[in-house]
């Protein structure tokens, strides 16, 4: 679904709970290549679940960071996820797009909890080339003031979205670049964030699922800072710190089995709705608390299937430079997002 464009360049912004990401990729000749990083810390009570809760504080935060990065546009890419967006993936009559785009709203309103007054609707066609009766619909589908509240808070600092795309898209277009071998079969991507896991189920290499779980790298920080006296900052550098510890892992534990959870009943939901015998054969994980030491490890033996912490820059180039004040494999986990953001153009 990486949609190479037409521009020079595209600014990709993905505005999390704890720290807004801003990526800019050349797409001039060849291979798109990442020439620009930045990142600004937001404080814990800013954005929550994704609500902007203090647009002034986050309006300066994106205005400091363009800044900061040198980035003159003002044409960005972002996205919108959460409870309030909906991918599903539905059977229709088979039909040509444009016939299709007249009747979506109609064959949408059997399948989204949402008053399809206040929606913003888009589908992609799985199967165009097929010649059954039927064909097979991923649909997408979010609440407009969702979208309506990006694109004003973007106007706050004199920004444009020239894409708005959905959080599961734009992760899923960084990672087909850098793993291919990874579009075929059942796979799961799992974006462990600030507050939040998104958990991505890729059947062939397309989207049919997405859950999120309500744990975070905030809920480690704060179990240790509760349970063990620690201040934030003592949490973040064990968290954040590379080597197990025996402070940890009790939350590890306790805190990896919630993600398990609720990666296997997304696995169990998905393979209950097609009724197929093919189950989650491997889990890339990325974000933030993909770094949490031992973690993708507790993972594993949980699942019973290979985790592996996924890298968005594993195959795509980047510049001399970009990365001279950072810690690579520090900061590559928390650049899926943005990357695939950054990899869209708009048309």
Same mark, same amino acid.
């Given at each position: !679904?990486?949609?190479?464009? @037409?521009? @020079?360049?595209?600014?990709?912004?993905? /505005?999390? %709970?704890?720290?807004?990401?801003?990526?800019?990729?050349?797409?001039?000749?060849?291979?798109p =290549?990442?020439?620009?990083?930045?990142?600004?810390?937001v404080?814990?009570?800013?954005?929550?679940?994704?609500?902007?809760?203090?647009?002034?504080?986050?309006?300066?935060?994106?205005?400091?960071?363009?800044? %900061?990065?040198? /980035?003159?546009?003002?044409? *960005?890419?972002?996205?919108?996820?959460?409870?309030?967006?909906?991918?599903?993936? /539905?059977?229709?009559?088979?039909?040509?797009?444009?016939?299709?785009?007249e009747?979506?709203r109609?064959?949408?309103?059997?399948?989204?909890?949402?008053d399809?007054?206040?929606?913003?609707?888009?589908?992609?066609i799985?199967d165009?080339?097929?010649?059954?009766?039927?064909?097979?619909?991923?649909? =997408?589908?979010?609440?407009?003031?969702?979208?309506?509240?990006?694109?004003?808070?973007?106007?706050e =600092?004199?920004?444009?979205? %020239?894409?708005?795309?959905?959080?599961?898209? &734009?992760?899923?277009?960084?990672?087909?670049?850098?793993?291919?071998?990874?579009? @075929?079969?059942?796979?799961g991507?799992?974006?462990i964030?600030?507050?939040m896991?998104?958990?991505?189920?890729?059947?062939?290499?397309?989207?049919?699922?997405?859950?999120?779980?309500?744990? #975070?790298?905030?809920?480690?920080?704060?179990? !240790?800072?509760?349970?063990?006296?620690?201040?934030?900052?003592?949490?973040?550098?064990?968290?954040?710190? #590379?080597?197990a $510890?025996?402070?940890?892992?009790?939350?590890?534990?306790?805190?990896?089995?919630e993600?398990? =959870?609720? /990666?296997?009943?997304?696995?169990?939901?998905?393979?209950? &709705?097609?009724? %197929?015998?093919?189950?989650?054969?491997?889990?890339?994980?990325?974000?933030?608390? $993909?770094?949490?030491?031992?973690?993708n490890? *507790?993972?594993?033996?949980?699942?019973?299937?290979?985790?592996?912490? &996924?890298?968005?820059?594993?195959?795509?180039?980047?510049?001399?430079?970009?990365?001279?004040?950072?810690?690579?494999?520090? *900061?590559?986990?928390?650049?899926m997002?943005?990357?695939?953001?950054?990899? @869209?153009?708009? &048309?």
């Amino acid at each position: !679904m990486a949609l190479f464009g @037409r521009k @020079r360049t595209t600014v990709g912004l993905d /505005i999390g %709970s704890g720290l807004i990401k801003l990526v800019q990729v050349s797409h001039g000749t060849g291979e798109p =290549v990442l020439t620009k990083v930045a990142f600004a810390a937001v404080g814990d009570d800013a954005i929550v679940e994704g609500e902007v809760m203090d647009p002034g504080i986050v309006a300066e935060a994106i205005k400091g960071l363009m800044s %900061s990065a040198g /980035i003159k546009t003002k044409q *960005v890419v972002t996205a919108v996820g959460g409870r309030d967006v909906i991918i599903k993936k /539905i059977s229709m009559d088979r039909m040509k797009e444009n016939e299709a785009r007249e009747v979506i709203r109609w064959e949408a309103e059997q399948h989204v909890p949402f008053d399809m007054d206040n929606v913003e609707l888009d589908f992609q066609i799985l199967d165009p080339e097929g010649e059954g009766l039927q064909m097979t619909v991923l649909l =997408v589908a979010a609440k407009r003031e969702l979208v309506e509240t990006k694109l004003s808070l973007l106007g706050e =600092v004199g920004l444009e979205a %020239s894409i708005v795309d959905v959080d599961a898209f &734009a992760l899923h277009n960084a990672f087909e670049v850098n793993y291919p071998e990874a579009m @075929r079969g059942v796979v799961g991507l799992v974006n462990i964030g600030h507050e939040m896991t998104n958990v991505n189920i890729l059947d062939d290499g397309v989207p049919v699922l997405t859950r999120d779980i309500p744990v #975070g790298t905030r809920r480690f920080r704060e179990d !240790m800072q509760r349970e063990r006296g620690l201040s934030a900052e003592e949490a973040d550098r064990i968290l954040q710190g #590379g080597a197990a $510890s025996d402070v940890l892992q009790p939350f590890l534990e306790s805190r990896g089995e919630e993600i398990a =959870v609720g /990666i296997e009943r997304a696995a169990a939901f998905l393979q209950s &709705a097609s009724r %197929s015998a093919s189950g989650v054969s491997r889990l890339y994980t990325t974000g933030g608390g $993909s770094r949490i030491p031992g973690l993708n490890k *507790v993972l594993a033996d949980r699942l019973r299937f290979p985790v592996e912490q &996924a890298n968005p820059i594993q195959k795509l180039q980047y510049a001399d430079g970009v990365f001279d004040m950072m810690e690579v494999d520090q *900061v590559a986990p928390l650049l899926m997002l943005p990357i695939g953001l950054a990899l @869209r153009s708009a &048309a």
